[in-house]
C-alpha cells in the first residue's frame, strides 16, 4: 500500500510569491493534516481537512490556506511568500476524522526554501 | 504553556545498548493519546508508538516501550538493543480528547539519537 506523497519534494521561492503544495494520503484515508517543521519554532500544526472540509485550523496567519478535493488529496497554498516560511512542510493522513487515539501517516515532506 | 516537553536534546548511545528518551506533558484533560514518533534525516515522520491516557498497561511495540507515569505526567520512550539505524531525531506528542472539532498533534522539540558502534 503507498504510503503519504508529498510534491514536489523540494522548492525554492522568491519572496512575495506563492507557492502551493501537494498531498497525496493513503488511499481510503479521508483526513489531512499539515504542519509546519522549523528549527525555531519545531512542528506547527496549520490545518487538517475531512471530507473536503476544513475542520480546525492552527494559529498561521491569513497567508496560509488550503483545501480537499473529492478523492481526499489535498493542497496548500501560500502567498506572499516571506523568509520566515521556509521550512519543512509535513502533510499527514487519517483513516477518519482526527481523535484521540488517531494514528498520523506523515510523508515525507516538502522543503521550501524562501530567498 | 508548552504542551510537551523533551529536555534532552541529544542523546549518545552505543549499539545493543538501551536507552531512555524523556517526555513530559501537560494537560487538563482526562482524555489524551501520547504518540512517539521517528525521524531520520530524509524527513518522513515515522509513527513509532502510542499510549492512551486511560491504559493501565505501558504500551510496547517490539524494541519499543512507553513508560507512562501518569502522576508525573510523563511518557517515556524506552529503545531496548539500540541499533545503527535508530540514530535519528525522536519526537514526542499528544492529542487531547476534548476538543469536538478535531484534534491536532502537539509536538515536542525533540531529542536527537546519535547511535555509535
Known amino acids: 500500500k503507498a504510503g503519504v506523497t508529498q510534491t514536489p519534494r523540494y522548492l525554492i521561492k522568491t519572496r512575495g510569491q506563492q507557492v502551493t503544495l501537494s498531498c497525496s494520503p493513503i488511499?481510503?484515508?479521508?483526513?489531512v493534516s499539515w504542519y509546519q517543521q522549523t528549527p525555531g519554532q519545531g512542528l506547527q500544526f496549520l490545518f487538517e481537512?475531512?471530507?473536503?472540509?476544513?475542520?480546525n485550523k492552527g494559529n498561521f496567519p491569513g497567508r496560509f490556506s488550503g483545501r480537499q478535493f473529492s478523492n481526499s488529496r489535498s493542497e496548500m497554498n501560500v502567498s506572499t511568500l516571506e523568509l520566515g516560511d521556509s521550512a519543512l512542510y509535513l502533510c499527514?493522513?487519517?483513516?477518519?476524522?482526527?481523535?484521540?487515539?488517531?494514528?498520523?501517516?506523515f510523508g515525507q515532506g516538502t522543503r521550501l526554501t524562501v530567498v | 504553556a508548552q504542551k510537551i516537553t523533551q529536555t534532552q536534546p541529544g542523546m549518545f548511545v552505543q549499539e545493543k545498548e538501551a536507552v531512555t528518551l524523556d517526555c513530559t506533558y501537560d494537560?487538563?484533560?482526562?482524555?489524551?493519546?501520547l504518540f512517539w514518533y521517528k525521524q531520520p534525516s530524509s524527513g518522513e515522520m515515522i509513527f513509532l508508538i502510542y499510549?492512551?491516557?486511560?491504559?493501565?498497561q505501558n504500551a510496547t511495540e517490539g524494541r519499543y516501550s512507553l513508560n507512562f507515569q501518569k502522576a508525573r505526567k510523563s511518557a517515556n520512550l524506552v529503545i531496548s538493543a539500540s541499533q545503527l539505524g535508530d540514530s535519528a531525531m525522536y519526537f514526542c506528542?499528544?492529542?487531547?480528547?476534548?476538543?469536538?472539532?478535531?484534534?491536532?498533534?502537539?509536538f515536542g522539540k525533540g531529542t536527537t539519537l546519535s547511535v555509535s558502534s
Open positions: 499527514a493522513s487519517s483513516l477518519a476524522r482526527q481523535s484521540m487515539n488517531t494514528e498520523a501517516f
Open positions: 488511499s481510503g484515508h479521508r483526513s
Open positions: 481537512y475531512f471530507s473536503e472540509t476544513q475542520r
Open positions: 494537560t487538563s484533560d482526562q482524555s489524551y493519546g
Open positions: 499510549q492512551g491516557s486511560y491504559d493501565e
Open positions: 506528542a499528544m492529542r487531547e480528547g476534548t476538543d469536538q472539532a478535531g484534534t491536532a498533534l502537539i
